[in-house]
């Protein structure tokens, strides 16, 4: 079926799990003052314990071994690093990833940490975050301090998580922290993001990291209906929010915008292209594309009919990610590296039987195997996500677990996809 090297795994992000937000001096993030604000988060939901990982994190990563998966994906907090996202390094910070390390190793599982999965060091914050080209560079030095301690154990080190939705949902459009409201001059953002990539990149491999990728967030634009301008307005949209993520990496420069980049300095395209081991590719559904509106975007987004939705209302396209990941190759050929399916998951109600995530699941590795029968290199699929967990904006209300886990107690229960993704695995490896 897979081959027996295919990577199986799970993901998580440090701030949706951990918890313990001022504990052993991590500093405070974007997310934290984000989820103070009223109204920012469903239900004034707060991060302040999540799934209190951080204090029961040697049961998570039993967890993960019960599964027999080969890899872990999680991500690695700045502000425990670094609490004001600069200067020299929290040491109790890096002890905990450490530990995780270990324990990981331990258990024989590879460890994939992300550097950044959207919790900006606030102090970085109030000095203009991504729209401060500064950013990048501070970023690449939080990046050398984490290599410097953790390089020897590392599999796969990604650095950014999802700059797309940084650029558009915490800058664009404010439904994430920071909440900016900035359209289209949020523009900087991910300019600044992908030198941040690049310059880690390099920071990384001068402190021995093996392997580097970036995971992206690819959600296809379908034209809602055949007329030219919904077309010409997906081709809109897959630029600027797909392409422009993965051209300036794989190509070394951007797709035509048709906007303004006067923040593009030269010889940065060189830094952001510097060469890169994987691809990291977080899928969840394509987006439907119309004719823009008049608030100024060069499209406008339509739900897509047709398909069965989950808890979020997400369709569920599993079609969707072959297609994705033949476009990529059509799109990036010899120069696209190998692929990893950095997420890939859904939320459903709360129930411990949860056979429509089953469906899910086997729905999409099934997408992942035909798009290798096309001969595309993929090397590894990871769920999203081990447990439940704080779903920004929407709080604790997501389910998206292969486990449950009940806030009041903290008591961690798999689901019956647990079960089902470590049977597969067991006979694919
Ligand atoms: C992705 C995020 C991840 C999680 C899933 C549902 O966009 O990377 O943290 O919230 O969506």
Not at 25 to 50: K, L
Not at 118 to 131: A, I, K, N, T
Not at 374 to 385: A, C
Not at 400 to 408: M, P, T
């Amino acid at each position: 079926m897979f081959p027996p090297d295919f990577q199986w795994g799970v993901a998580t992000s440090a701030y949706q799990i951990e918890g313990a937000t001022t504990e052993d001096g991590r500093g405070p993030s974007t997310w934290d003052t984000f989820c103070r604000e009223p109204g920012r988060v469903r239900d004034g939901h707060t991060a302040d314990v999540a799934c209190d990982h951080y204090h029961r994190w040697a049961e998570d990563l039993d967890l993960i071994a019960g599964l027999g998966a080969q890899a872990y994906r999680f991500s690695i907090a700045w502000p425990r690093v670094q609490p004001t996202g600069s200067g020299s390094a929290n040491p109790k910070g890096l002890d905990f990833y450490d530990r995780l390390v270990d324990g990981l190793a331990a258990r024989g599982v590879a460890a994939v940490p992300t550097l950044y999965h959207w919790d900006l060091p606030q102090p970085l914050e109030d000095e203009g975050g991504w729209m401060n080209r500064d950013t990048a560079h501070r970023f690449a030095e939080y990046a050398a301090l984490v290599a410097e301690r953790l390089a020897d154990r590392v599999d796969l080190w990604i650095t950014l998580n999802e700059p797309m939705v940084v650029m558009s949902y915490g800058y664009a459009f404010g439904l994430y922290a920071p909440g900016r409201t900035l359209m289209l001059d949020a523009l900087p953002t991910a300019h600044h993001q992908l030198l941040a990539h690049g310059l880690a990149a390099t920071a990384l491999r001068a402190e021995g990291a093996a392997r580097i990728g970036v995971a992206n967030h690819y959600t296809p634009a379908w034209p809602a209906g055949d007329g030219p301008e919904d077309v010409t307005a997906a081709v809109a949209f897959d630029a600027l929010l797909n392409w422009q993520f993965t051209d300036p990496i794989l190509l070394g420069r951007y797709p035509g915008l048709g906007l303004d980049l006067a923040h593009v300095r030269d010889g940065d395209l060189e830094v952001i292209a510097a060469p890169i081991d994987a691809l990291g590719v977080n899928y969840y559904n394509p987006t439907g594309v119309a004719a823009p509106d008049d608030d100024g975007l060069p499209f406008a987004i339509r739900d897509l009919k047709g398909f069965p939705t989950t808890g979020m209302g997400w369709p569920v396209v599993p079609d969707g990610l072959h297609r994705l990941l033949v476009d990529l190759r059509e799109r990036y050929g010899a120069a696209l590296p190998p692929v990893y399916i950095t997420e890939s998951g859904c939320s459903y109600d709360e129930s411990l039987d949860d056979t429509a995530r089953i469906g899910f699941l086997n729905a999409h590795i099934g997408a992942v195997r035909a798009a290798m029968n096309d001969g595309i290199d993929v090397r590894g699929y990871y769920v999203w996500s081990l447990l439940d967990n704080f779903e920004w904006a929407e709080g604790y209300h997501p389910r998206f677990g292969l486990v449950h886990v009940d806030y009041a107690t903290q008591k961690r229960t798999p689901r019956a996809s647990y079960a089902w993704y470590r049977d597969l695995i067991a006979a694919c490896s």
